[in-house]
């Protein structure tokens, strides 16, 4: 079971001016004349891990008993660690549009594509002739013409005036090669929103692109990012050091984001402490001066993150937990090497 919130080495104060108390020892989790060691059974009694809200492309979940350095892995690991699918190369055969070539194919390359980078290999050298276990194939043709029979000197919408005056990501269309087709029956490649602008045109213009997707990492190119956002926040902790006064219990309720703080039988209470953004406003009155202290947990950590599209949140964390376990593997496999060789030489 988790230590009480009210452990005052779990909080990281909240002061008018500055923050106290950020580091809570030298060491985290140790402190001197006490003994720390690592106990297992006694760390997974103080791993809480709980999801608050799911939705088709966000996951708020808490993180509870771990270390800063801990959280702040396996949120850079979700943004640049976690492999995705994104277009690496495009060949222009054609564009006629106001766009400059560089800039469509640089808007093109940034579309999230509904992959699973599962079922890729990574190419495996910058050079590697194209194959259809390592690449995806997207072509975007499209030509603008005028519709027959509509007066423009009427008609000033550009949809009703011409055909594909707008060019959307739902245009792009896969190109299956080898096994792809029977690889992909069920899931065919295709763009995660069907209606990114990416470009407009006018009759006689046209865009004829044939493009590569490959396999990447967020650490070499944004565009490889599963997640839009992926962020945490420590729980904040509120405590009454002494009753508010009946007068002024109104103005406290207001210091704070509603559903904070409730008046109940005349008493405030802390309602949901989640829903506070810490503003330290109620810090600002002196008539609330040593009644009130603030806080955040240092070991609870609220994350929130928005997929992209390419993984479903719910298998982001796990897909990040599973990279951080192989870099903890191949550290260690890279010590008993090194122990190895020094009891050789030895």
């Known amino acids: 079971m988790s230590r009480s919130l ?4 779990r909080h ?15 060491f985290p989790g140790h402190y001197p004349g006490e003994d720390h060691s690592w106990n297992l059974q006694k760390f997974t009694d103080n791993l809480i891990t709980s999801v608050q809200r799911l939705t088709p492309s966000t996951i708020e979940f808490d993180l509870v008993g771990v270390d800063a350095s801990v959280a702040n ?24 549009s106001i766009m400059q070539d560089e800039v469509l194919c640089h808007r093109v390359g940034l579309v999230p594509l509904k992959i699973d980078p599962r ?19 997207f072509d975007l043709s499209v030509r603008c013409d005028k519709r027959p029979g509509v007066d423009s000197k009427i008609e000033k919408d550009p949809k009703k005036l011409y055909y594909d005056s707008n060019v959307y990501t739902g ?22 929103d069907q209606d990114i602008l990416l470009c407009k045109l006018r009759p006689g213009q046209q865009i004829d692109l044939h493009c590569f997707a490959r396999k990447g990492l967020g650490m070499d190119h944004a565009k490889f990012s599963p997640v839009a956002t992926a962020s945490y926040r420590l729980l904040p902790h509120i405590i009454l050091r002494e009753p508010i006064p009946i007068e002024h219990q109104e103005k406290f309720k207001n210091c704070f984001p509603q559903g904070v ?13 989640r829903k506070d953004t810490v503003s330290r406003e109620v810090l600002r009155h002196p008539e609330f001066a040593d009644k009130v202290e603030l806080n955040r947990i240092r070991d609870h950590f609220i994350f929130n993150v928005e997929s992209t599209g390419q993984y479903n949140p719910e298998e982001l964390v796990p897909e990040a937990i599973k990279i951080l376990l192989g870099k903890i593997t191949a550290v260690e496999e ?7 060789n020094e009891g050789q030489v030895a």
């Open 73 to 96: 892995s396996l949120r850079r690991v979700m943004i640049a660690e976690v492999p995705t699918i994104a277009i690496e190369e495009i060949y222009v055969w054609n564009n006629t």
């Open 334 to 340: 890279g010590l008993d090497k090194l122990f190895a």
């Open 261 to 273: 703080i409730e008046i109940e039988n005349n008493e405030v209470v802390v309602k949901n402490p």
């Open 119 to 137: 079922s890729l290999k990574y190419r495996p050298t910058p050079h590697s002739a194209p194959h259809e276990t390592d690449t995806v194939v």
């Open 6 to 9: 009210d452990d005052p080495r």
């Open 12 to 26: 990281v104060q909240v002061l008018p001016e500055r923050i106290g108390a950020v580091a809570g020892s030298e």
């Open 171 to 192: 245009m792009m269309k896969w190109s299956p090669s080898g096994d792809q087709q029977k690889k992909y029956k069920h899931n065919p490649p295709k763009p995660v």
